[in-house]
């Protein structure tokens, strides 16, 4: 049975930082694309970044990839998520999501609970 728990959101201020982690159990990181997906209320799920099994990575936009890095450890089965700079509109509910192949942040088959994060100015 495939678990993805993350981790470390909360409440920082403008400006902060937030270092997301995204414990896999049930699947073997390596042999897995991994993405960071988030949803803000009252908005559609938007995919922040994925990182393929060779450690290619894909941000979800511009913003994303200035101030969010993607990382794995495959080691201890771990996805990660540090994000710098963090903005009122990174406020949401950030998600953890394996698929077998990398697809473009799309179809992701294995979904965690989520971490909430919250940026107040």
């Known amino acids: 049975q495939v678990q993805l728990v993350e981790s470390g959101g909360g409440s920082v201020q403008a400006g902060g930082s937030l270092r997301l982690s995204c414990a896999a159990s049930?699947?073997?990181?390596?042999?897995?694309?991994m993405g960071w997906f988030r949803q803000a209320p009252g908005k559609e799920r938007e995919g922040v970044a994925e990182?393929?099994?060779?450690?290619?990575?894909?941000y979800g936009d511009s913003s994303m990839k200035g101030r969010f890095t993607i990382a794995r450890d495959n080691a201890k089965n771990t996805l990660y998520l540090e994000m710098n700079s963090l903005k009122p509109e990174d406020t949401g509910m950030y998600y953890c999501?394996?698929?077998?192949?990398?697809?473009?942040?799309?179809?992701?088959?294995?979904w965690g609970q989520g971490t909430r994060v919250t940026v107040s100015s």
């Open positions: 999501a394996a698929r077998y192949r990398c697809s473009g942040l799309d179809a992701y088959d294995y």
């Open positions: 049930g699947l073997t990181l390596s042999d897995y694309c």
């Open positions: 990182i393929g099994r060779y450690g290619s990575t894909l």
